[in-house]
């Protein structure tokens, strides 16, 4: 399983951004897809997740302000983020756990990163 991300870029404060991700290859099931976002020497950190069957978490950071949405049928997940703030800058990565998985904890799938930048 291959993830393609695409969208971020540049946007004012308060403005609005969108991510998108394919699940590609041989996918039976995804679990779960989210974003990830890692600034410079930071630890990857979550953004949102969101299972199969439509369960979702946000950071705190993010809640209410950035919505996540999946489509099963094509394997893609969606993100939409408003209210922008130079504090949401860093490098995103769309994240899943595909099915079967036989080692849990060791079957996550990330796709490139892509940049999303925020300027005051």
């Known amino acids: 399983v291959q993830l393609q991300a695409s969208g971020g870029g540049l946007v004012q404060a308060g403005g609005s951004l969108s991510l998108s991700c394919a699940a590609t290859?041989?996918?039976?099931?995804?679990?779960?897809m989210g974003w990830y976002r890692q600034d410079p020497g930071k630890q990857r950190e979550l953004v949102t997740g969101?299972?199969?069957?439509?369960?979702?978490k946000y950071a705190d950071s993010t809640e209410g302000r950035f919505t996540i949405s999946r489509d099963n049928a094509k394997n893609t997940v969606s993100l939409q983020m408003d209210r922008l703030s130079p504090e949401d800058t860093s490098v995103y990565y769309c994240?899943?756990?595909?099915?079967?998985?036989?080692?849990?904890?060791?079957?996550?799938?990330w796709g490139q990163g892509t940049l999303v930048t925020v300027s005051s």
């Open positions: 994240w899943a756990v595909p099915l079967p998985c036989f080692t849990p904890g060791d079957c996550d799938v």
């Open positions: 290859g041989r996918v039976i099931s995804i679990a779960r």
């Open positions: 969101i299972t199969r069957s439509g369960v979702i």
